[in-house]
């Protein structure tokens, strides 16, 4: 998987970018990028997150080996989450567009906590 500075220093090279949304329709558009935020407009509504939630997010999915935007809420903001992980790391992930769900490709071990979204 790609390091979260690894993604910091992509994104800030993809500013006013867009790439697709998981489970919604349309595009999120890279907004902003520093050093302590990321600020994506997603379904036209800003979300702003900060390293350490994406950082925590992408440990969740490596732990679990999957991560879904109904368990992060279901709102614009874990949408726009899920779907820049499936986005930066699409060559280590598995994406349902149906569920919402981003899936390990390779999973190591036994997840942590047992997946309770429905498997394609």
Request: without cysteine; hydrophobic residues 40%.
């Amino acid at each position: 998987m790609l390091s979260v500075e690894t993604m910091k220093w992509r994104l800030e090279r993809m500013k006013g970018r867009t790439f697709p949304l998981v489970q919604w329709p349309g595009t999120a558009r890279v907004l902003d990028v520093t050093e302590t935020s990321l600020d994506l407009l997603v379904g036209g509504v800003r979300a702003d997150y900060t390293w350490d939630r994406v950082r925590i997010t992408q440990q969740r999915l490596m732990q679990n080996h999957e991560l879904s935007i109904a368990e992060l809420g279901g709102q614009h903001d874990a949408v726009g989450l899920v779907s820049l992980l499936a986005y930066v790391q699409a060559d280590e992930v598995v994406v349902s567009p149906q569920t919402g769900v981003v899936r390990l490709a390779d999973p190591e071990g036994v997840p942590m906590h047992q997946p309770t979204a429905p498997r394609d």
